[in-house]
């Protein structure tokens, strides 16, 4: 079955600085690869996905990348601020399979 | 906006009770999961349900079962509780389109003593 790794997993940066968080996947069929965040004491959320035949996307401060050879993806955070402390997760699917995810990256944003 | 509501946030059992985490949605979605998520371990798949009365086994079945007898409920069931069970178990519910975001509820924080 799917295989999601995920690094770092744990990320301290300098508040305006960037951050990226880094997938990757075993199952060349995953063709879906959410990135939910969950902030301490809630529940997680999509903050952004992106489909196999995207390469890349982007969401004001929030990219994602894709590239499907090496089977990894990347979450690129730009300017970060402190609300962007959080646990951030990875996942990948294939369509209509269930959703594997990371093991989780607690980012810190530091003043 | 997707509403999917877990019927207790805390809940302290004993070793070797039944216990059942209850869990509804209210968007009519066609799947259901449950993960438990543990420090260092993210969130691992325990069981998934495409359809009324139908399961599917996750990546960490064991000592789990679940039901789904309504579309708008999936509940998870410990037969006989143990300590490696004491964790923290999300629930989330998901549209069944092609590639459907998942949303997850408040979370349930199970002890077993």
């Given at each position: 079955?799917?295989n999601?790794?995920?690094?770092?997993?744990?990320?301290?940066?300098?508040?305006?600085?960037?951050?990226?968080?880094?997938?990757?996947?075993?199952d060349?069929?995953?063709?879906?690869?959410?990135?939910?965040?969950?902030?301490?004491?809630?529940?997680?959320?999509?903050?952004?996905?992106?489909?196999?035949?995207?390469?890349?996307?982007?969401?004001?401060?929030?990219?994602?990348?894709?590239?499907?050879?090496?089977?990894?993806?990347?979450?690129?955070?730009?300017?970060?601020?402190?609300?962007?402390s959080?646990?951030?997760f990875?996942?990948?699917?294939?369509?209509?399979?269930k959703?594997?995810f990371?093991?989780?990256?607690?980012?810190?944003?530091?003043? | 906006?997707?509403?999917?509501t877990?019927?207790?946030?805390?809940?302290?059992?004993?070793?070797?009770?039944?216990v059942?985490?209850?869990?509804?949605?209210?968007m009519?979605?066609?799947?259901?999961?449950?993960?438990r998520?543990?420090?260092?371990?993210?969130?691992?798949?325990?069981?998934?349900?495409?359809?009324v009365?139908?399961?599917?086994?996750g990546?960490?079945?064991?000592?789990?079962?679940?039901?789904?007898?309504?579309?708008?409920?999936?509940?998870?069931?410990?037969?006989?509780?143990?300590?490696?069970?004491?964790?923290?178990?999300l629930c989330?519910?998901?549209r069944?389109?092609?590639?459907?975001?998942?949303?997850f509820g408040?979370?349930?924080?199970?002890?077993?003593t």
């Amino acid at each position: 079955g799917e295989n999601v790794e995920q690094h770092p997993s744990t990320l301290s940066v300098q508040e305006g600085d960037s951050a990226v968080i880094k997938c990757t996947y075993s199952d060349s069929a995953s063709n879906y690869f959410p990135w939910y965040k969950q902030e301490l004491g809630k529940r997680p959320q999509l903050i952004i996905d992106i489909r196999s035949n995207v390469g890349e996307k982007k969401d004001q401060r929030i990219a994602v990348t894709l590239n499907k050879t090496a089977k990894h993806f990347s979450l690129h955070i730009t300017e970060t601020q402190p609300e962007d402390s959080a646990v951030y997760f990875c996942a990948a699917s294939i369509w209509g399979d269930k959703i594997i995810f990371g093991k989780g990256t607690r980012l810190h944003i530091l003043p | 906006d997707v509403k999917v509501t877990q019927s207790s946030r805390y809940l302290v059992k004993r070793t070797g009770e039944k216990v059942f985490l209850e869990c509804v949605q209210d968007m009519d979605h066609e799947n259901m999961f449950w993960y438990r998520q543990d420090p260092g371990l993210g969130l691992r798949l325990i069981y998934f349900s495409y359809d009324v009365k139908m399961k599917e086994k996750g990546d960490i079945p064991e000592g789990y079962s679940v039901s789904r007898e309504k579309k708008e409920r999936f509940s998870l069931i410990l037969e006989s509780a143990s300590t490696n069970q004491t964790s923290m178990y999300l629930c989330a519910s998901e549209r069944g389109t092609t590639n459907s975001p998942l949303h997850f509820g408040n979370g349930t924080r199970l002890t077993v003593t």
